[in-house]
């Protein structure tokens, strides 16, 4: 029986892409062939993996990837040049013990941005630049990171002007969770208009999408939305997910999703996608983070022994309900 194709069915709208490691290129190939027109590094582009060490550069991980999306004509994001996360310890040490100092943090930043992204300028057409530089919860406004202790918030601002030097062509965005949040919406927004009026070259902004069945809600994303497409740079759906649980849910007794479940998923993706067409304008690109339920990043987070299944195709890669549902709000049938 043959499936629609999730890029061809939204090529008049937007890219259609998924995240993927070494293994998922191998073990879901077919699939990632047939419906994504384009690639994200799962972790395979953070720093942990391209520099371990200071100078000694690992790429053998993300050149699979980007080998894998330039031989079947896709698209490859880059993910993620800056984060508090996912960064080695040596970066924010100084060479003779104890912390680095400034200079030495943004030389090793401009280092690391110019021989990463310099490595895939002309392959990547773009960078999720800094990833998660805004504090959750609270009045602090942006995340207590080493970056921010040890450089100030500028860092932000020098990692989008490394980037654009170190490819001038590529589109740079600023990448973040709880996008929808109206509270920390409301201060990604403040350090958007920030960046621009510090000159930083930022293009767009990178609404991840790690939702569930129950949160945002489709007014909070439709705001959020709204609010982003005000300041005029590009959106990007980066890591979208779709939680068959709660947050604050931590049952570990569930071996296969319920059917209550699976209709809940179809209808809240179905609202998602036909709420991203009517925005098509601004939201150039929909990435789930994840080809199918057999990989994600939620089996055991955040309860350990426990699975999930957050995503179109199920565990062997068959569309689910929820798959049926996002290509009905483009007009066709699956």
Not at 185 to 209: N, S, Y
Request: proline share 4%; net charge negative; hydrophobic share 40%.
């Amino acid at each position: 029986m043959s499936v629609r194709s999730l890029r061809e069915v939204f090529k008049g709208d937007f890219d259609i892409g998924a995240a993927v490691n070494i293994w998922t290129v191998d073990s879901a190939a077919e699939l990632i062939k047939a419906q994504y027109g384009s690639l994200t590094a799962e972790n395979e582009m953070k720093p942990v993996n391209t520099q371990p060490a200071e100078g000694v550069f690992t790429f053998e991980k993300a050149d699979k990837i980007a080998d894998f999306a330039a031989g079947h004509g896709m698209k490859l994001r880059g993910h993620t040049l800056v984060w508090h996360n996912q960064t080695p310890d040596w970066f924010f040490e100084a060479p003779g013990g104890g912390p680095a100092d400034r200079e030495t943090l943004l030389r090793r930043m401009r280092d690391h941005i110019r021989a990463v992204a310099g490595r895939y300028r002309g392959r990547a057409y773009c960078w999720d630049v800094v990833n998660e530089a805004v504090a959750d919860e609270g009045e602090q406004w942006l995340r207590p990171s080493k970056w921010h202790e040890r450089v100030g918030p500028d860092y932000i601002v020098r990692a989008f002007e490394y980037a654009h030097e170190a490819d001038p062509d590529a589109l740079l965005f600023y990448n973040d969770y709880n996008e929808c949040n109206p509270a920390k919406r409301d201060k990604i927004i403040r350090l958007v208009k920030w960046l621009k009026e510090q000159g930083a070259p930022i293009h767009g902004i990178g609404m991840q999408g790690h939702y569930n069945l129950e949160s945002p809600s489709i007014a909070e994303v439709r705001e959020a939305i709204e609010r982003y497409a005000e300041l005029g740079l590009i959106i990007h759906v980066t890591e979208l997910d779709m939680s068959v649980y709660a947050w604050d849910d931590r049952r570990t007794d569930l071996k296969e999703p319920t059917a209550e479940m699976l209709e809940r998923q179809a209808e809240r993706y179905e609202q998602l996608f036909a709420l991203y067409r009517e925005y098509r304008d601004v939201i150039r690109s929909v990435t789930f983070w994840g080809a199918a339920d057999d990989y994600t990043w939620l089996h055991n987070f955040p309860v350990r022994g426990r699975r999930n299944w957050p995503l179109l195709f199920d565990e062997n890669h068959r569309p689910k309900e929820a798959f049926r549902r996002v290509v009905r709000t483009a007009g066709v049938e699956a």
